[in-house]
């Protein structure tokens, strides 16, 4: 299975909005947190670091983290535990007690709704496998499909990918978080990123997007593109082979940064890898030689990343790049990191495990 394949599975089914995935907001706001972060006394959970940010709720006074969770994210994070913490104390517990299900699952894939008043879990607990949609902070999970799915928040819906036992793709679902129905949309892909408008990014064939395809020939030979909330195509945007990481969204939804690569590249040693800005509509592009990891891109088309290079402490230097990318100014050094409004709000690792807050240039 090629590199690409395991991220862009990754973004979707495991893990968002931490600093290697897309933020999930429409922010009004630019909060300001500063909490240490820890397990209660007595606790048996594992009390593990580093910590990562993989989504903050100041609306619910909740973040949701994943202990010891990797740097790079080719990795598969269904290895780390996810928990979340309470964003006035910092104590962290089961995110089990958010879903409502037993200590013995695990979640596999975490993301919040573009609004952050609701969070999407992937689930699975013995050889059962679910997704759910639940409103915080303490409504019950609703069923939005079986088995491990991909899944997108897009605008106030959940986009659903699925996979047939032939490894081909299925056609995408758009379901509503509320009650779980969901209607059929005539566009076989990879799901790469949800926007704020309710639109969708794709991996596949945007000539002829109901025609069957492959897993690996929409993560191989596809290309990026465009929908509408009801299938139509929008635009085809680029060759889904430049991608070698999540893409991140800006609020907007005219922007997407990612960490890039040749083509036509394997993604194995030896491989070339740079990082983009690139307009939605595919008009506009901006590249970099250096390997970073995207956080967030803002609506003016600058982006936030942080290097890929962590010191023994799984820290790493947090960068603004401006939208010509010809400005970049280290703003903190951080294990992860997200964006709200102007809030850079990331996890440190130097004595104690804490959420803290930067402000991002103004240019």
């Known amino acids: 299975m090629n590199k690409t394949l395991l991220f862009m599975i990754g973004s979707t089914l495991l893990i968002g909005g931490v600093s290697v995935a897309a933020p999930t907001s429409t922010p009004s706001a630019s909060p300001v947190i500063d909490v240490k972060l820890s397990v209660p006394e007595g606790s048996t959970l594992r009390d593990m670091v580093p910590r990562r940010i993989l989504d903050i709720s100041p609306e619910t006074n909740m973040a949701v983290v994943a202990i010891g969770a990797p740097q790079d994210p080719s990795i598969p994070r269904a290895v780390v535990d996810v928990m979340v913490a309470d964003l006035k104390t910092g104590k962290l517990s089961p995110i089990s007690n958010v879903v409502g299900k037993g200590e013995q699952g695990r979640a596999v894939g975490v993301q919040l709704s573009h609004d952050r008043k609701r969070l ?37 819906k ?17 379901a509503d978080p509320a009650t779980g129905k969901s209607n059929e949309v005539p566009v076989r892909g990879m799901l790469v990123a949800g926007l704020p ?43 889904v082979g430049i991608l070698s990481s999540p893409l991140v969204v800006s609020d907007n939804g005219r922007f997407i940064a990612f960490q890039s690569k040749p083509v036509d590249a394997s993604g194995g040693p030896g491989t070339k890898y740079g990082f ?24 003016d088309g600058a982006a936030i990343v942080i290097s890929n290079s962590p010191d023994a402490s799984n820290m790493a230097p947090v960068s603004w790049v401006n939208k010509d990318g010809k400005t970049v100014k280290e703003v903190v050094k951080a294990v992860s990191a997200t964006v709200i409004g102007r809030s850079l709000l990331y996890t440190t690792n130097n004595g104690n495990s804490a959420i803290k807050t930067a402000s991002l240039p103004s240019q």
């Open 120 to 156: 999407l879990v992937n689930w699975i607990e013995r050889e059962d496998a679910a997704l759910y949609a639940i409103e915080l902070p303490d409504g019950k999970p609703v069923k939005i499909a079986g088995g491990i799915v991909m899944a997108l928040w897009a605008g106030d």
């Open 276 to 299: 983009a800005i690139m307009s939605v509509d595919g008009k506009s592009k901006q590249e970099l030689t250096t390997r970073y990891f995207p956080i967030a891109v803002t609506n």
């Open 197 to 239: 408008d309710g639109t969708v990014l794709v991996g596949g064939n945007p000539k002829a997007p109901a025609a069957e395809v492959s897993i690996m020939e929409a993560c191989g030979t596809g290309r990026l593109f465009h929908i509408g909330a009801h299938g139509k195509v929008l635009g085809d945007i680029a060759p």
């Open 158 to 174: 959940i986009a659903v990918g699925r996979i047939t036992p032939e490894g081909r793709l299925a056609k995408i679902i758009m």
